[in-house]
């Protein structure tokens, strides 16, 4: 017998708060798939750490949503009981690891996005996702820097791991407009302080892509005009087996721990 | 320990700080608890005590040990119930100085003051340069970073160029 799917509610408050829950969460998945797998021990040891970051980080928020949903739900049963629709992560944390170099361009533009996040957050109106953004940021600042670290010395090393690092951002870059897009739920979170809306943080993210990206020999593609769709729960087709792999054992075995 | 412990008010305090002093840090367990500044509080309740804490990391796995081991040793007092309050967010600049010494003796390098790192800018070519830290061994400062996470999240890699000894380093925060 698996264990039937919960529900959250539409209030914006909630909302905000998943997509910023869920951008953490499905970011930390991601990265924990390199744990054993990356080029060398330590960037196995940096990036599991860094995944452990994020699932921190969800975990605190997601159960803050869970209290605002006011429906009993707590940070376990958000992760693994709902459904695909959902969710509502940006597209951009939930596309395959690719290459070293497509996870290092995306923890930077990730990180320099979140790390904007964490700081307007650290002046919510709502105390608990303060305290929270309060301790991400100082975590956000350490990831930024070490995803820098890499895509400097990707663009700036063999024509092979340039080669690589602009495929990265070619393939990537669509789908960053999603992180800077205004809607009702961003204007709720403004209305009442709980956080800064989205669109706010773009010229300062785009000022520190842009820096790295010179120093690592990169120029910025050309403007899209897609949008990808995660924050309202429509998906890429990666998103449901991401969530086969994550939900699977306690689908299962319900309520089932370590 | 198998009896409730009998003091006045202060004194139950006192005696409860004195074994919270005691339960040492489960990954680094050279310096204890209180060290590490992650008891933020501890207050009488009326079938025992409270006891306030911080998490360093959010993501830190050995919160929930920590609270169980906060939980066993302070059995003695009562019931003890366990809040975590985030705010304001834990730093490395509330390791005590004496905690400091504890980790340069077991050999990791205390981290530095926090103010002293903040607001570099992030890319990789214009950091500029760093203060190079002291080997905990030998105390030469021809050290190099291997790796910026460690076996923790707390802590980085180094390794001496000089002695030749690897060595952590935990990451001021």
């Not at chain 2, 590490?36 to 919160?63: F, N």
Request: glycine letters at 8%; proline letters at 6%; aromatic letters at 8%.
């Amino acid at each position: 017998m698996s264990e039937p799917s919960i529900q959250v509610g539409a209030s914006p408050a909630v909302q905000y708060l998943l997509r910023i829950g869920d951008a953490c969460l499905i970011s930390s998945q991601r990265l924990a798939e390199w744990c054993g797998h990356a080029p060398i021990l330590e960037e196995d040891l940096a990036l599991s750490n860094m995944a452990l970051d994020l699932l921190g980080q969800a975990r605190g928020v997601l159960t803050r949503a869970g209290q605002l949903d006011g429906q009993g739900f707590d940070e376990d049963q958000l992760a693994f009981l709902r459904d695909e629709r959902q969710y509502l992560n940006p597209v951009l944390v939930e596309l395959p690891r690719g290459d070293f170099a497509l996870t290092q361009m995306r923890n930077l533009a990730v990180s320099t996005w979140l790390l904007g996040l964490w700081r307007g957050l650290q002046k919510s109106s709502d105390a608990e996702l303060a305290a929270i953004a309060g301790k991400a940021v100082k975590e956000a600042t350490y990831h930024q820097q070490h995803a820098a670290d890499w895509v400097v010395r990707l663009g700036d090393g063999t024509d092979e791991s340039a080669a690589r690092l602009r495929a990265a951002l070619t393939m990537l870059w669509p789908y960053f407009n999603e992180l800077f897009e205004a809607d009702a739920v961003d204007a709720a979170a403004v209305e009442t302080g709980l956080g800064p809306a989205w669109p706010s943080l773009k010229a300062d993210w785009l000022a520190t892509m842009v820096a790295v990206l010179a120093d690592a020999g990169l120029s910025l593609p050309k403007d899209s005009v897609y949008q990808s769709t995660g924050r309202v729960g429509r998906h890429s087709e990666h998103m449901g087996h991401l969530l086969a792999q994550m939900q699977y054992l306690q689908r299962a075995f319900p309520g089932g721990k370590w | 320990m198998s009896n409730p412990v009998e003091h006045n008010s202060c004194g139950r305090l006192d005696a409860a700080w004195e074994v919270l002093r005691q339960i040492p840090d489960p990954e680094v367990p050279v310096i204890s608890l209180c060290e590490l500044g992650i008891v933020r509080d501890l207050r009488e309740t009326a079938g025992g005590l409270e006891v306030v804490l911080t998490p360093t990391y959010s993501g830190c796995p050995a919160t929930e040990l920590i609270q169980d081991n906060v939980r066993a040793g302070l059995a003695a007092f009562g019931e003890i119930q366990i809040t975590m309050q985030r705010a304001p967010a834990w730093t490395t600049d509330w390791i005590s100085e004496e905690g400091k010494a504890k980790l340069k003796a077991y050999g990791i390098v205390p981290p530095g003051l926090t103010h002293l790192t903040q607001g570099q800018p992030i890319r990789f070519v214009r950091r500029g340069a760093q203060a190079r830290l002291a080997c905990p061994r030998c105390g030469s400062e021809n050290t190099e970073k291997t790796s910026a996470f460690g076996s923790t999240p707390c802590k980085a890699l180094y390794r001496c160029l000089a002695c030749l000894e690897p060595f952590e380093h935990f990451k001021p925060i």
